[in-house]
């Protein structure tokens, strides 16, 4: 798959999760063959105002490569400012939010309240592309604000016509925020009225439910979130072919790949990551409550000892 001027080994993408997709989530992700990842959503406002947290989200290991960032932002010039900034310089696409349901970030007119305002969805992508040095923007959307108002189709076509190198949709309105079932079929329509590369997003978890999307909808990629926390080697299995995986090895990379944050940071975010990673597996309740009880790296540790090697 192509984006702009940046070709992709196949047409797998690990999607931005807020709290998730960190530098070792998405460094593990490529070693199972993620094309291409994201950052979580950065603020375009945090960058401009040099805030030091908004920077932290930032990091990225040499193996993500090409490499892509996520902004959020309303404001044309704030967005178009923050995509020029050196510190965003090393990446090779910029993606811009337009699909956050948080109430606070609806709030601001950001996320997925573009949504409602196609008219600033081409001026905000028109000011990123100009900003972009010919760098590929591409756009995260969803199906509409409301039910009532599926308008995915001519968003896409306001980000088409703001020069986006891609777009992709994730389907389901604002209002659905996370459950009920993905409307395929505004994926599809998408597809069918815009000419740059479309990924499909939504409730791929498996072989069959990415066979559908890429099936139904005619997507050139396909972009997996919730599917992937706890279990970077579904790239693998949606690849095909072999690979080996262990549990344990697995969460210990994880932690090693953080380690340009403080041990406190990376205890306490690696407890939300371990509860996904053991999920189903024997002892996970235990090594679930033994990890949130963790006041140290070496506590964390001690709890994953609990993991069984035979699966
Ligand atoms: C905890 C959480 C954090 C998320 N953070 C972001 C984000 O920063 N940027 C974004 O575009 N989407 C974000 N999303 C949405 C996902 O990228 C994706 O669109 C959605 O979860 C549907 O895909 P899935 O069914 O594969 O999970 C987030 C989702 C979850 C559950």
Do not use: W
Request: aromatic fraction near 6%.
């Amino acid at each position: 798959m192509k984006i702009g001027s940046l070709e992709l080994k196949n047409n797998l993408l690990l999607a931005p999760i807020a709290g998730f997709s960190d530098a070792g989530m998405r460094a593990l992700c490529r070693r199972y063959g993620a094309a291409l990842t994201f950052t979580e959503m950065v603020s375009a406002k945090g960058l401009y105002y040099k805030n030091e947290n908004t920077k932290d989200l930032l990091f990225t290991h040499a193996e993500e490569s090409p490499k892509g960032v996520q902004l959020f932002g309303s404001q044309p010039e704030i967005v178009a400012y923050a995509v020029a900034m050196k510190e965003l310089s090393g990446f090779d696409i910029i993606d811009i939010n337009m699909g956050c349901p948080v109430p606070k970030i609806v709030r601001n007119g950001e996320g997925s309240a573009l949504m409602t305002d196609p008219g600033l969805v081409y001026e905000i992508m028109k000011a990123a592309v100009s900003a972009a040095g010919g760098r590929p923007v591409s756009a995260k959307i969803r199906a509409g604000f409301t039910d009532r108002d599926k308008n995915a189709v001519e968003v896409a076509q306001a980000l088409e016509q703001g020069g986006a190198s891609a777009v992709t949709v994730h389907g389901r309105t604002r209002d659905m925020y996370y459950g009920g079932k993905v409307d395929l079929d505004i994926i599809k329509q998408v597809k069918l009225a815009i000419k740059i590369p479309v990924i499909g997003n939504g409730d791929v978890t498996d072989k069959q439910s990415y066979l559908r999307m890429t099936e139904q909808c005619g997507v050139d990629g396909v972009m997996v979130a919730r599917g992937a926390i706890g279990r970077p080697q579904i790239f693998a299995e949606l690849a095909g072919g072999e690979f080996e995986f262990d549990l344990k090895e697995t969460i210990l990379t994880h932690i090693a790949l953080l380690n340009h944050l403080p041990e406190r940071v990376v205890t306490n975010n690696m407890k939300k990551q371990v509860a996904f990673y053991v999920k189903g597996r024997k002892n996970a309740k235990i090594i679930k409550e033994k990890s949130f009880a963790a006041e140290s790296m070496a506590e964390l540790k001690d709890a994953l000892e609990l993991i069984d090697r035979i699966y």
